[in-house]
């Protein structure tokens, strides 16, 4: 398996411009969810979704963070207006329910100007 | 609701020394008990993991017994690496929880040749 994929890898863009951030759970994988990792607040979890219905988004910053999961292979994290302060890696993790066990992707770090 | 502390970092080592990262948790249930850890510019990945009380993970050198007298699940491995360089997460899961992970801060380890 190619493991959980995310796009893009790194993202550069100016304050107020629309970002989306992409992800693609491993096959099979009924839980996806959505972090944000900075020096200052570590790693904070966003949201999640079970079977692509989102279970808990009380880690959501504020309205200008959106989050959808279409179908069962791929979940978008959309930011609306983008400020500064939204600069960080995000990840998206997927687990399968029966272990526990959340597998990561790489990462989108991004750069708001 | 559920927690985890772990010690404080950065940790500082020279190659072979032993190593110890403390963990304790706070959980409602019987929750599994996970190390991950996660290299320079890379997602989190599983270490090791433990589901029932006296259970050891192991994996890499790397071993945490879960004890649940003292609700702890502390790191330890023997003889460390310059490869050992990261930040190490305890987390904790509750099938109570629907598969949400409950993290902790991450501690940053270097070690030294």
């Known amino acids: 398996d190619a493991g959980v994929i995310q796009s893009p890898r790194h993202e550069v863009t100016e304050m107020g411009q629309e970002v989306t951030l992409r992800c693609k759970p491993i096959?099979?994988?009924?839980?996806l969810f959505w972090y944000r990792q900075t020096m200052m607040r570590g790693l904070e979890l966003l949201i999640y979704f079970n079977n692509n219905v989102p279970i808990d988004d009380s880690g959501m910053p504020e309205d200008r963070f959106s989050a959808k999961m279409p179908n069962a292979s791929f979940s978008t994290l959309k930011i609306q207006p983008s400020e500064p302060r939204d600069s960080a890696v995000y990840f998206c993790?997927?687990?399968?329910?029966?272990?526990?066990?959340?597998?990561f992707g790489p990462g989108t770090r991004l750069t708001v100007l | 609701g559920n927690s985890v502390t772990q010690m404080e970092g950065p940790v500082t080592l020279s190659e072979e020394a032993f190593l110890t990262i403390n963990c304790t948790y706070t959980a409602t249930g019987y929750p599994s008990l996970f190390w991950y850890v996660q290299y320079p510019g890379e997602g989190l990945q599983l270490l090791l993991k433990?589901?029932?009380?006296?259970d050891k993970g192991s994996n890499k050198g790397f071993e945490a017994t879960y004890r649940k007298e003292t609700t702890s699940f502390h790191l330890e491995k023997g003889s460390v690496q310059v490869s050992d360089s990261a930040v190490y997460f305890c987390a904790l899961s509750e099938g109570t929880n629907a598969g949400k992970s409950t993290f902790g801060d991450g501690t940053t380890l270097t070690v030294k040749p």
């Open positions: 993790a997927s687990d399968s329910g029966v272990t526990d066990t959340q597998y």
């Open positions: 433990a589901t029932k009380a006296d």
């Open positions: 096959s099979g994988h009924d839980y």
